[in-house]
């Protein structure tokens, strides 16, 4: 047996070798790894083969830890600090898609082949663009995570085909359409017109509108403050956080928004709403 500075070479039949690597420790269990194949060929070739070996083991290329993709995806789900929303649509992809499909594969033998693949089954089978993308971006963070933790020493699906995703086309209603709705809300409901009226003035999200107090607006500046919103999810219920961007916006108002938003206050700038709510 002729031996290499990190490997091994065992002829084991006519132009048959074992080459062994002692590779890192594992970075999961911390257990040793030996790592093995079985080449054919000369013996040349296989002094050859075994300096590859030791190359690509050293570069994290060849037999890397025992964790699984699995694996990975817990851990990463566990530690990723993300909004209550991200995470629930993140732990739905893990669960539906990512894990069913790439799950059982050890992380080292990932690649981008099997990334493509899975979003080429996920869009044939009906699943939406959009969430055949969301699929890719958790799985490229949750592997771009591996490496920082020294589990590879690059992210596969870095080179994986990006799904793509459609240009959605927003058609906004008319002018006419608005005035009516508008019209229609001040009869039937006062208080949701004043609040109709701020969203056509502001283009503010639904969930930053929901989240809007009257500290936030300056009826004399004819201003308004965004700086945070409602959002829900199924595990956690309705809650307030910060905006999409996480910064703050001063927008204007219209004169229409402030003589509504004057007609639903109070003379002691509560709503009835913030009254009932002070009040409990």
Known sequence: MSKARTGSMLERGSDTWRLQVAADPDLVTGGRRRLSRTFHGTRGEAKEALQRMVVETGAGLWGGGTPRVEDLLDQFMATCIVAPTTRQDWESVVARHLKPALGHLPLWKLTARDCDELYARMAASGVGAWRVRYAHVVLH????????????????????????????????????????????????????????????????????????????????????????????????????????????????????????LAETSEPNGLSRSDQRTAGA
């Open 141 to 260: 963070r949750a592997v771009a995570q591996a490496v920082r933790w020294g589990w590879l020493a690059r992210n596969p699906v870095s080179v994986a085909t990006r799904p793509p995703v459609p240009r959605s086309v927003i058609a906004p209603p008319s002018p006419e359409a608005i005035q009516a709705l508008l019209a229609e809300a001040e009869v039937s409901d006062p208080q949701m017109a004043c609040w109709l009226h701020v969203a056509v003035a502001t283009g503010a999200r639904r969930g930053e509108i929901c989240a809007l107090r009257w500290c936030d607006i300056d009826q004399v500046a004819k201003t308004v403050r965004i700086e945070r919103s409602v959002s829900v999810t199924k595990s956690g219920g309705v809650f307030v956080k910060s905006t999409k961007t996480d910064r703050a916006r001063l927008v204007s108002l219209t004169t229409q928004a402030i003589e509504a």
